[in-house]
T-cell receptor, first 114, second 108 residues
Framework: EADIYQTPRYLVIGTGKKITLECSQTMGHDKMYWYQQDPGMELHLIHYSYGVNSTEKGDLSSESTVSRIRTEHFPLTLESARPSHTSQYLC?????????????FGSGTRLTVV | GQNIDQPTEMTATEGAIVQINCTYQTSGFNGLFWYQQHAGEAPTFLSYNVLDGLEEKGRFSSFLSRSKGYSYLLLKELQMKDSASYLCAATGFQKLVFGTGTRLLVSP
């Protein structure tokens, strides 16, 4: 049973629309992350958060924005979707402390902008 | 700097053994992860090494040499379902840095 949930699983949307990809986790993890991954390609970190009211941009520049108002919730928003945003978006979380802070990934949202 | 290198693709036959190598260079290194990712799905955790040596978990084993910046994932008794991408990820200042992944194709 998944402890980190992403919705929707698949989304096809028109150019110019505003969309929010949801990510929630029930593990009480402080750290949460958004990755973008094109088919067969590597994971690129686009946003991360170390706790409530903390958000940072990742290694790959992205036109998306994120918010962290509650520990369990880390939504990603695109104000105006474009075909170049077509990709898979993966949300992950990890514990704040400890040597083993492996990531738990959500199932991902496959976004297609037409 | 942050750099992870692993082969792009490997092929093997069912029942065989395959070793996937990974070299890394990350600031603030603490440990190394291996993830499995089937096409179109999310990565799933396979192993974590923080100390030098071999960690065995069923058919999968992972090795780490901190002094050499080197790790490998060993898969034994390969099954068709092991066809997937295998991602090496090194910790660097509280973030994971992922390699591009090694696509493993297991044939009958």
């Amino acid at each position: 049973e998944a402890d980190i949930y992403q919705t929707p699983r698949y989304l096809v949307i028109g150019t110019g629309k505003k969309i929010t990809l949801e990510c929630s986790q029930t593990m009480g993890h402080d750290k949460m992350y958004w990755y973008q991954q094109d088919p067969g390609m590597e994971l690129h970190l686009i946003h991360y958060s170390y706790g409530v009211n903390s958000t940072e941009k990742g290694d790959l520049s992205s036109e998306s924005t994120v918010s962290r108002i509650r520990t369990e919730h880390f939504p990603l928003t695109l104000e105006s979707a474009r075909p170049s945003h077509t990709s898979q978006y993966l949300c992950a979380s990890s514990e704040q402390e400890g040597a083993n802070y492996g990531y738990t990934f959500g199932s991902g949202t496959r976004l297609t902008v037409v | 700097g942050q750099n992870i290198d692993q082969p792009t693709e490997m092929t093997a036959t069912e029942g065989a053994i395959v070793q996937i190598n990974c070299t890394y260079q990350t600031s603030g290194f603490n440990g190394l992860f291996w993830y499995q990712q089937h096409a179109g799905e999310a990565p799933t955790f396979l192993s974590y090494n923080v100390l030098d040596g071999l960690e065995e978990k069923g058919r999968f084993s992972s090795f780490l040499s901190r002094s050499k910046g080197y790790s490998y994932l060993l898969l034994k008794e390969l099954q068709m379902k092991d066809s997937a991408s295998y991602l090496c990820a090194a910790t660097g200042f509280q973030k994971l840095v992922f390699g591009t992944g090694t696509r493993l194709l297991v044939s009958p």
